[in-house]
């Protein structure tokens, strides 16, 4: 996102592309996984301190629920950038979903988010929707992917929610390339899910609109976790099925009404999902589970490496729970009453048994520096990109004194649209519209007939904005060799060393900024 290429030539700088050019040996570091999203920062009058998630450990720290500006939500997702939608239907799902970033207040680390974006006039009346929202942003709990703002501006409406970076249960189950799901997941798949129903259920939300494999998604850990969108309606006339209607309760498709019953059928759905491996219509599994065939309903992916007894358990629960009459489903409290003691391997991470990698740590802020620091050191101290934007804007271009000398000559109408994109770059700078920021950026740091120290520190940070971090620290590296004794310079590189964990190169960079910002006030003041 956002990746411009860029002419070398001796002062200028090399696109993300080029080769790394410095005045010194510049650090060796390696490229993070990509994440095309950008950063948005959740300010103290947003929200208040973060809730842990309910019902153990496991959750991690959850923002408290929060209203957010459009402006915001579209910083966050890069302009609502095809490139960040996460929908499984792609950019032909009604509503939606995209993945974005929040940064947390000071050196708290990011945090990803999805955003729902309802179709135009989904939720006429604002308040209802608000409400609605609020309702759902109440609800902590490890097992849910929670709610954690919403935003009504204009005829626009949103959900923000945690983001689960390892895909749907139907991705799994159904479009896995390298393994299938073993038994024991499954078994957990089950039982997590059905414990974050009956939290909602316990909490006065009992109704889960649409419970489907692709309500099921996977965090950081691997651990399943129910998605939070299905708490609302998807619309105003309170359409709450979008599925086929095969698998659609039959009492919604006789009155239109979704009732915690409904919820059981659709859990009997998922349940038979995670038997088959396949999506089989509840009317003709109900035929294959009467004649007592288990093996025409099991997964043949699974190879035979399951319990019998155990597998016999959950068809029985899917019939159950498949019921054509209401009163005949078992409820959510008997749900995890039969599904707790059939768990296996409880010793091992999900992340293991889902065949994915193990969490990387998140990146930790550098230690504190051997002196003092100034405002911009310490923003870059804590890895403040927000404090260090609105340091890079004041300070405007004062630092680039006497970094350029040109003759009339010069002045062409080449320099005119070199200046007039760098003004555009400032505009989109100042509106932290920074893909924007780093196009223009981009167009006058290529015509190379000035260079401007300023211009690469605040692509860098754009780029730190936009996860490049390798990008950031060439443009502060270039910063540097354009004004070798600039602190700035260095101060961006220590932020770009730290996000791509080489934290001790990044104190080293820190010191020595706070070093050239040390001598340079003892120089102003003089003997």
Same mark, same amino acid.
């Given at each position: ?137 109440? &609800?902590? %709990?490890?097992?849910? $992917? ?7 501006? +204009? *005829?626009? #409406? /949103? ?47 009992? &109704?889960? %609109?649409?419970?489907? $494999? ?7 850990? +691997? *651990?399943? #976790? /129910? ?47 995670? &038997? ?252």
């Amino acid at each position: 996102m956002g990746c411009c290429r860029s002419s070398l030539r001796p002062g200028a700088a090399a696109g993300p592309g080029a080769g790394t050019h410095a005045a010194e040996k510049p650090p060796r570091h390696r490229s993070p996984p990509p994440q095309p999203a950008n950063r948005l920062s959740l300010n103290a009058h947003q929200a208040a301190p973060s809730a842990r998630s309910g019902g153990g450990g496991g959750g991690g720290d959850v923002p408290a629920f929060a209203e957010f500006s459009l402006a915001d939500l579209r910083a966050a997702t890069g302009g609502f950038a095809a490139g960040n939608i996460v929908s499984e239907s792609g950019e032909k799902a009604p509503n939606l979903v995209y993945r974005g970033q929040l940064k947390g207040p000071g050196s708290a680390p990011l945090r990803a988010i999805a955003v729902k974006k309802f179709a135009k006039h989904a939720w006429p009346d604002p308040k209802q929707f608000a409400e609605e929202a609020k309702g759902v942003g109440n &609800l902590r %709990h490890r097992r849910m $992917a929670n709610l954690i703002g919403y935003c009504c501006d +204009g *005829d626009e #409406r /949103l959900l923000v929610a945690e983001f689960m970076p390892n895909d749907t249960l139907a991705k799994h189950l159904f479009h896995w390339e390298n393994q299938t799901i073993e038994w024991a997941m499954r078994l957990r798949v089950a039982y997590y899910i059905a414990q974050a129903l009956e939290y909602c259920s316990t909490k006065g939300r009992p &109704l889960y %609109h649409d419970l489907n $494999a692709y309500r099921v998604l996977f965090d950081e850990n +691997g *651990d399943p #976790r /129910l998605s939070c969108f299905g708490l609302m309606k998807n619309s105003r006339d309170g359409k709450s099925y979008s599925t086929n209607l095969a698998y659609t309760p039959p009492e919604y498709l006789r009155n239109g009404r979704v009732t915690p019953e409904s919820v059981i059928f659709s859990f009997g759905t998922v349940l038979l999902d995670l &038997l088959s491996g396949k999506r089989i219509p509840p009317s003709h599994a109900l035929d294959i589970m009467r004649g007592r065939n288990i093996q025409a309903v099991m997964d043949s992916h699974l190879e035979g490496n399951y319990s019998i007894e155990v597998a016999t358990t959950l068809v029985n629960l899917a019939s159950q729970c498949l019921q054509y009459e209401p009163r005949d489903r078992p409820d959510i409290k008997k749900l995890v009453s039969i599904l707790e003691p059939l768990q296996t391997k409880s010793e091992v991470p999900s992340y293991v048994m889902l065949g994915i990698p193990k969490p990387v740590e998140e990146p930790q802020a550098p230690p504190a520096p051997q002196r003092p620091l100034s405002s911009m050191g310490e923003a870059c101290s804590r890895m403040d990109l927000t404090a260090i934007h609105q340091i890079l804007f004041t300070t405007h271009y004062r630092d680039d004194e006497g970094s350029n000398e040109l003759s009339f000559q010069e002045w062409t109408q080449q320099m005119r649209d070199m200046l007039d994109a760098r003004k555009r770059g400032d505009f989109a700078f100042k509106d932290k519209d920074f893909k924007a920021a780093i196009d223009c950026y981009s167009q006058f740091v290529d015509v190379g007939t000035m260079v401007s120290p300023t211009v690469f520190a605040r692509r860098s940070l754009c780029y730190l904005m936009c996860d490049q971090p390798d990008a950031a620290l060439r443009d502060a590296m270039q910063a540097q060799i354009v004004s070798p004794d600039w602190p700035t310079a260095f101060y961006m590189q220590s932020v770009a060393l730290s996000k791509l964990n080489m934290q001790s190169d990044a104190v080293d960079m820190l010191n020595e900024a706070s070093q050239l910002e040390e001598k340079r006030q003892k120089s102003t003041k003089g003997p």
